[in-house]
């Protein structure tokens, strides 16, 4: 044979090790054939033998060698003459780069490699070298990664899956962007392809980011990849390696618990055990010593995990913690990864009854992985189980663009859970196809949400009663009256006489609730939900006790006592379904004086509004049949409402709130878009009228905390703006933390405050919301109840989330009662260019030295009014005064300035409020 053919064969065997994983071996073959890369010279497969080597040294962070290799590679190029290979070759040197986090010196590489391809016929490597270029360009947040993508698609015999990888990449570079529809054509397209051409893991992959990016802008193509990716999951998640969780389960223990004996007999493991234990085998002789530091702990930690289990299903958490942190320390001491999962788990399952979801999350999931890889299937489908309870009632904070909720690994997770299931030959627990009908109708495949609604009802033999109850409630929603009628019956009968709370919420709430959307509004109706609410209160007190698959009753309650001309149960229960057992819920209270109160909600049938005002009973009328109100100030139910609040204010000053589903509709404005001036608007019917604090004369200092994430550019340009306006400097990134804030609130006086931060709106257990902000493990969650422990009084709160989500009423309620004068707020998403513009031009009108709620709505309203009637040239003026818009910015801004009227829609704007009491 010929060193040529030598030379191939090698790099062939090379480049197949590499494929299989086999990096070491695959580096040996390759080093042996170095001299006959001398020995042949100039040769492809001499470049490809140096390339190869280079690809293995930089894999195994040999960077200085990898370096070395790339350029002798590049070399060979040259002497070929073949600006193909050079690019490749120089595409190496970028990927080195980019493993020493050199970022810069990485985009020159990959920047002269395209310069190279560009020279020679389309081919792969021109494909490879855009590409490659591109991913780096969305690492670094360039702006150009599209136009690269793209380019790169435009090349022609690009492999079907290659391109598919290419248009997820562009789709959700494109969807980050702004550019939202374009995006998910993109991914639409991918997710064709590779279900056409697989793999199936990444048409999986393809389909479950198209559903959760699609969800909220076109819920019919979520819903269609949503329905797909369930599918198709059972191909890929519905098998069970019965030899991996048998004889390699066994030995995977046998190889852990010889570790474990090793280390015992060479005297490395942790003295854990007892120290009076130890002292009294020291004279027995070194196999006793040895058998005790392997079987104390042993011991110890088996008991502590039993106990700390049975703690835990007595709902006595804080003695469990202490019992399975005990476990997890002496298991650890053993190196005990056969056993450790199962603490995990525990631990996990502990936090999800606390309410602690963060952390649930990430020891279940923990536990889950290492007992799948050890082949543990019970600890294994008991952290399945957990976290299918969890990803269906977890609130999470709305995820940066392009990325994807974290309940969409449900789809997997049930999927696991149930082959697990039927492996071990256990019934399914009811619970995981419940989350699963909860996600399912989140994302409108309601043919899934029944199916799996009716396996939790097979599943339930013995307690059909709950199960039964949601299949009936989803019917009702769905408009299924017969599937209603042939149920009904069945579940009067299994409920008759049960006092259990979680029975009653469901069954009495199920029931009133059809009977409501069928216009039974009679007493009968109205006592079965108020039984419904009572049982409901009764297990909201009660840590995960709450059914992620039943609606609470409390409005469909206040709905009846309303039609029943009940209006004083119904203003009741209107408060109770914001703050009924909410335990670490703040206070509210105050005396609303003067102010008549006017309460707007709507329920299943209707938008109702209570009126109360002093010395006068409480009022009610039906302002529209359906549940349904825009927000837009044409819209009939709205101006309805409207009329509503015209008859109170011209009677007196207005305490008003828009509850539950209607939170953030614009009611206190008139139909016109002016501001009422007797009308002060509440976040929530359970907070009266909060006294003004007395405020000081003079300059009101100032305190700017923005972006603790580092995740909201736009809210950045917006803070340095306010703070340059209050003539403060602006914290920012990891230093807006919950105690630097109480610090500076407690130091200031009337401050008025600006805030930009993510949200997380948990709107089972509001009293689980809050404010995102740094923490030495990441985002730390500021609950209402730590918002409360501050000092707010007098502020102005002005709170810019973005498009990173709303503010929850329990939120502003809080900062109210926490003695804040106002709080100007979003209740729903916004995008973050318009909130930016909108905050800049509301402090612009704001005069930091007065401190009426009616002043700064004024300013709010100024703001709004210009951001409706603001032209492209009014943002592109904005843009160019503020030179520190980077470059991704100043094209969202140069895109959105071809409008003539870009933030006309009232989705930009008219979700602002200013909240407080200021009427005058």
């Not at 469909?556 to 309303?562: D, N, P």
Request: proline share 6%.
């Amino acid at each position: 044979m010929t060193p040529d053919s030598v030379l191939r064969d090698r790099v062939v065997l090379g480049h197949t090790l590499l494929e299989h994983g086999r990096a070491g071996e695959a580096e040996r073959v390759l080093v042996e054939s170095l001299p006959l890369v001398t020995t042949v010279g100039a040769h492809p497969n001499a470049f490809l033998t140096l390339r190869l080597l280079g690809q293995c040294a930089r894999t195994a962070g040999r960077l200085d060698q990898a370096r070395g290799y790339y350029s002798r590679a590049l070399d060979v190029a040259e002497a070929l003459g073949d600006p193909d290979l050079a690019g490749a070759a120089v595409s190496g040197m970028a990927y080195v780069e980019l493993a020493a986090d050199d970022l810069a010196r990485a985009d020159g590489y990959f920047r002269q490699a395209v310069q190279l391809v560009r020279t020679v016929a389309p081919g792969p490597g021109r494909v490879a070298v855009l590409r490659d270029y591109a991913d780096l360009l969305v690492r670094t947040g360039d702006l150009r990664a599209a136009a690269f993508y793209q380019e790169a698609l435009d090349q022609p015999g690009i492999d079907p899956a290659d391109r598919a990888a290419m248009l997820v990449a562009l789709g959700r570079e494109l969807y980050r962007r702004g550019r939202t529809a374009a995006g998910l054509d993109r991914l639409r397209a991918a997710a064709t392809l590779l279900t056409e051409a697989g793999p199936d893991a990444e048409a999986y992959n393809a389909l479950v980011l198209l559903a959760g990016l699609a969800r909220e802008t076109d819920p019919a193509t979520a819903a269609d990849a949503f329905v797909r990716a369930h599918d198709l999951a059972q191909t890929l998640y519905g098998g069970v390696d019965v030899r991996h969780y048998t004889e390699g389960y066994a030995a995977r223990v046998r190889q852990v618990e010889a570790e474990t004996q090793r280390r015992a007999d060479a005297g490395e493991l942790p003295a854990v055990a007892p120290p009076a234990l130890l002292e009294a085998t020291r004279n027995l002789g070194p196999d006793a010593v040895r058998t005790v530091a392997v079987g104390a702990p042993a011991m110890i930690g088996a008991r502590s995990l039993t106990e700390g289990e049975n703690l835990l299903a007595d709902h006595r958490y804080s003695e469990a913690d202490e019992k399975l942190r005990m476990a997890a320390v002496m298991w650890s001491a053993l190196g005990a990864g056969h056993v450790l999962p199962q603490v995990w788990s525990a631990q996990g399952r502990l936090e999800l009854a606390r309410g602690d979801d963060d952390a649930a999350w990430a020891l279940l999931d923990r536990a889950r992985s290492q007992a799948a890889a050890l082949g543990d299937a019970r600890t294994e489908l008991t952290a399945l189980v957990a976290l299918s309870e969890l990803l269906a009632t977890a609130a999470e904070p709305r995820p940066p663009a392009g990325e994807v909720r974290r309940e969409l690994r449900l789809l997997d997770v049930v999927v696991r859970a149930r082959s697990l299931a039927s492996y071990l030959g256990e019934t399914l627990p009811a619970s995981v196809d419940t989350a699963a009908a909860v996600l399912c109708e989140r994302y409108r495949a309601h043919d899934l949400a029944e199916r799996h609604l009716r396996a939790a009802l097979a599943a339930a033999e013995r307690a059909p009663a709950i199960p039964l109850a949601r299949l009936v409630a989803y019917l009702a929603r769905r408009g299924d009256g017969a599937g209603v009628a042939a149920l009904r019956g069945r579940l009067v009968a299994v409920a008759e006489g049960s006092t259990d709370p979680s029975v009653r919420a469901a069954v009495d709430g199920a029931l009133g609730r059809i009977d409501a959307a069928a216009g039974d509004w009679s007493a009968a109706t109205f006592e079965r939900l108020r039984a419904a609410c009572a049982a409901h209160d009764a297990l909201r007190g009660r840590a995960g006790a709450l059914d992620p698959g039943m609606e609470p009753p409390y409005t469909v309650a206040a709905e009846v006592a309303l039609r029943l001309g009940r209006f004083p149960e119904a203003l009741a229960l209107v408060e109770r379904a914001e703050t009924a057992g909410a335990p670490d819920a703040p206070e509210a209270g105050g005396d609303p004086g003067d102010a008549a109160r006017v309460v707007v909600f709507a329920g299943d049938c209707g938008v109702y509004a209570l009126t109360t005002a002093p010395g006068e009973p409480v009022a009610g009328a039906v302002v529209a049949a359906g549940p349904a109100v825009s927000v837009s100030a044409d819209d009939p139910a709205q101006r309805r409402l409207a009329a509503v609040v015209d008859a109170a204010e011209a009677r007196s000053t207005v305490a008003l709130t828009a509850a539950g589903a209607l939170y953030g509709v614009p009611v206190h404005r008139r139909p016109d878009g002016g501001a009422r001036l007797r009308v002060s608007l509440l976040p929530s019917a359970s907070l009266r009228s909060p006294a003004p604090h007395p405020v000081p004369g003079g300059p009101r200092p100032g305190l700017v905390a923005v972006d603790p994430l580092d995740e909201l550019p736009f809210a950045r340009i917006a803070a340095d703006h306010a703070a340059g306006r209050l003539g403060v400097a602006t914290l920012g990134g990891a230093a807006v933390t919950a105690e630097r804030l109480a610090a500076d609130l407690a130091s200031l006086t009337v401050p008025v405050v600006h805030l930009a931060c993510r949200v997380v709106t948990d709107e089972r257990r509001p009293e689980r919301s809050g404010l995102l902000m740094a923490g030495e493990a990441g985002a730390d969650r500021v609950t209402p109840a730590r918002l409360a422990a501050m000092t707010w009084n007098g502020a102005v709160v002005v709170l810019n989330s973005g498009e990173a989500g709303g503010l929850p009423p329990i939120l502003v309620r809080t900062l109210l009662a926490a003695g804040a004068t106002a709080v100007v707020t979003t209740a729903r998403p916004v995008d973050g260019l318009s909130a930016a513009l909108l905050t800049t031009w509301f402090h612009d009108e704001l005069d930091p030295g007065v401190a009426d709620v009616a002043h700064v709505d004024a300013a709010l309203l100024a703001a709004q009014q210009r951001l409706r009637t603001a032209t492209g040239d009014d943002l592109l003026t904005w843009a160019a005064d503020r030179p520190v818009l980077g470059a991704d910015q100043l094209a969202v801004v140069t895109e959105r300035a071809e409008s003539e009227h870009p933030f006309a829609d009232p989705d930009h704007w008219a979700w602002w409020a200013t909240y407080g009491a200021g009427a005058q």
